[in-house]
């Protein structure tokens, strides 16, 4: 039934299949940027901390029974630290991407999106109506302030941008929350990939920029990144998050997040604010080593190398398979041209950073 668009997904060679992966590759493709994954200590310490519980699994939505004790606790750390009124753990970042975006845009209001928000969120605004959404040119707060100004509609303004953009590993600029607040637009922030790997605390693009979180800004992050587990959370005014509790279609109909899940999440937190201080040095040096190697200087982990064609991408990853490295090779349509997305990843040692990118030189990836 499917056979001819798969044929044509082949030809542009952007076909994609699940593999797994040789586990003896060195890991520079995933978003495990500090390495998490395989620290049993914070493992150990979730287990432990289920354990204790009469049940391990949620066992039903939030809004029934599946609230517990663990998302509470994490709930509470994250409004401490990054200094938000209230917070609800989700599933996963996708689902707290439809929750935000499909629930806080009301029938009279209209939601100014990045052109490079992630996929979950550009399919949460196809669930409004095609005169609440208005496109803006990546980054580009000109373009966002002109727009706004041109939009004629009567409700609220609503903004949708990346801390750390998935692809470009680029940061949203520091105009864009000047312009929210000065059009007081509800500002939703992903900051999925900034979160954990950027700021004075590793708390994100908040700490970066030392913004003080207001009663429009909604943050949202995930536990699948930097915290080495899975599901998200959302972090806003206490009216927002009651709002979402109420009207959020994932929140409301979804079984609630995994409990050993949180936990990790809560531990890996608790690391990450005990252990700040070495890991920006760690961060600092591998950031130090991209741009000595390769000419690159980026603020965040995702270093995307332009390569334009898929064929090309394709055979570049695999010649560093052959060598014992694993990159993303990506292609459309996650982007517009085909990139070599490499994550400096800090459990990387520095002679082996080194390496790929003396490798990736030879290779002329950057020419």
């Known amino acids: 039934m499917y056979s001819k668009e798969l044929s044509s997904i082949k030809k542009s060679n952007r076909f994609r299949t699940r593999e797994l992966f040789n586990e003896n590759l060195i890991d520079l493709a995933s978003n495990d940027y500090l390495g998490l994954s395989t620290k049993k200590e914070i493992f150990q310490k979730a287990y432990q901390k289920v354990l204790k519980e009469n049940y391990h699994s949620p066992k039903a939505s939030m809004l029934v029974n599946g609230y517990s004790k663990i998302h509470k606790q994490f709930e509470d750390k994250l409004c401490e630290l990054n200094k938000f009124e209230a917070a609800v753990t989700v599933g996963s970042g996708f689902l707290a ?3 935000m975006i499909e629930a806080l845009c009301r029938k ?8 490079e928000y992630h996929a979950s969120g550009i399919l949460a605004s196809k669930l409004l109506k095609p005169e609440q959404v208005i496109v803006f040119n990546h980054n580009d707060y000109n373009d966002l302030k002109t727009k706004i100004l041109n939009n ?6 609503i903004i949708a941008i990346e801390g750390v953009y998935s692809m470009g590993g680029d940061l949203a600029p520091i105009e864009i929350f000047n312009l929210a607040d000065e059009y007081k637009a509800i500002l939703i922030v992903d900051e999925a990939h900034s979160s954990g790997v950027i700021g004075e605390n590793l708390l994100g693009i908040f700490d970066y920029y030392k913004i003080t979180p207001n009663k429009y800004h909604v943050k949202m992050g995930t536990l699948g990144k930097a915290y080495g587990s899975y599901g998200a959370y959302i972090l806003a005014s206490k009216e927002i998050i009651d709002f979402l509790v109420n009207r959020a279609k994932p929140i409301i109909y979804s ?10 999440g809560y531990e890996s937190l608790k690391f990450i604010i005990e252990n700040k201080k070495e890991l920006k040095k760690r961060i600092e040096e591998n950031l130090n080593i ?11 982990l995702i270093i995307p190398i332009l390569i334009g064609d898929n064929k090309k991408a394709k055979e570049i990853q695999g010649i560093l398979k052959e060598h014992g490295y694993l990159v993303g090779a990506i292609r459309q349509p996650t982007v517009k041209e085909a990139i070599i997305r490499l994550i400096a990843k800090i459990d990387i040692q520095s002679d082996v950073l080194t390496n790929i990118c003396k490798l990736l030189k030879d290779l002329n990836v950057n020419k």
């Open 152 to 157: 004629k509609r009567t409700g609220r303004n």
């Open 255 to 264: 079984t609630a997040p995994s409990l050993f899940d949180t936990a990790l």
């Open 97 to 99: 991407n439809i929750s």
């Open 290 to 300: 991209i741009y000595k190697e390769l000419g690159i200087r980026s603020q965040s």
């Open 108 to 115: 009279n209001d209209t939601i100014f999106i990045d052109e």
